[in-house]
């Protein structure tokens, strides 16, 4: 059983035909809703999106460890360089050069170099200006 | 470095060729940078050039990035070091999913001086210590 998801702006008339196939299916929307969003992510899936998909994992794995653990080292290693990889810690090391270093030769999907004591939220702005042009 | 412009973009656009190297200078990029005012970080780059560099391998947590129209989405930030006439300037480096210009902002431009004259095709940048 998947989550409870809600989404706005749904086309009213595809809902329904989707509704009436699943009834002669004899399948669940949600089964339907995956199906699609599955193709949909085949019909996209260049190289780029894949490997955007599979920092983005690695980087949620290895932010909720620091989160969790992060309170407890700035008690005692502030101003330190954290090094995170693959959902454990590889270190702390003096300098950010020894942390990338150690990064360098022991990750490939992600890794957080973070400096101890400097804000973790992921809420800091970025002015980005106009225009910032997408694909 | 190379500062030119741009006749490809209306009007003209200020760009810059410089070297991007991730932390360690252990990968490089060539890079044409857009040279943008309204960017407050060092540079904004395409996910090719940043994963190239192996930039996420030395990430810091993601950022909100905020266009002048108030709209916001996650950046991803790294570490990088951007290299100007043999100076190498170390900056933040930031990348989402989509982005298709490469822009200079000001975090690095205030390192610099800049000649900026379109009407006479000048641009130069300088590093300034």
């Known amino acids: ?29 949600g089964s339907i809703v995956n199906e699609a969003l599955r ?29 969790k653990k992060y309170s407890e080292l700035c008690e005692r ?19 950010f050069e020894e942390a990338a270093s150690s990064v360098h030769r022991n990750c490939s999907s992600h890794a957080f170099i973070i400096k101890i004591g400097e804000d973790i939220r992921e809420r800091e702005e970025i002015e980005l200006g106009f225009p910032v042009e997408f694909i | 470095m190379r500062a030119y412009f741009s006749n490809i973009i ?3 656009a200020p760009i810059v060729t410089a070297t991007l190297y991730n ?3 252990s990968k ?15 540079v904004l780059i395409s996910l090719d050039i940043y994963t190239e560099l192996d930039l996420h391998l030395f990430e810091t947590v993601k ?10 989405f996650e950046l991803r930030a790294s570490r990088a070091i951007l290299e100007f006439n043999g100076v190498k300037i170390p900056c933040m480096a930031y990348t989402s999913l989509g982005v298709s210009r490469n822009l ?7 390192k610099l001086k800049m000649t900026y004259i379109p009407k006479q095709n000048v641009l130069n940048l300088d590093f300034d210590p």
């Open chain 2, 10 to 12: 209306k009007p003209k």
């Open chain 1, 39 to 67: 193709l949909w992510l085949l019909l996209r899936s260049d190289r780029k999106y894949s490997r955007w998909l599979k920092i983005e994992e690695a980087y949620r794995e290895n932010y909720r460890l620091l989160v």
């Open chain 1, 77 to 95: 290693y502030k101003g330190k360089y954290l090094a995170i990889c693959n959902a454990k810690f590889l270190g702390v090391f003096d300098s």
């Open chain 2, 104 to 110: 200079l902002g000001r975090e690095v431009l205030e």
């Open chain 2, 63 to 72: 950022k909100m990035g905020r266009v002048v129209t108030g709209m916001t």
């Open chain 2, 23 to 25: 932390p360690l200078l």
């Open chain 1, 1 to 29: 059983m998947g989550r409870l998801v809600a989404i706005k702006g749904i086309d009213r008339d595809l809902y329904k035909k989707i509704k009436a196939i699943a009834s002669l299916e004899e399948r669940t929307i």
């Open chain 2, 28 to 42: 490089k990029a060539t890079v044409d940078f857009m040279v943008d005012t309204g960017f407050a970080g060092g």
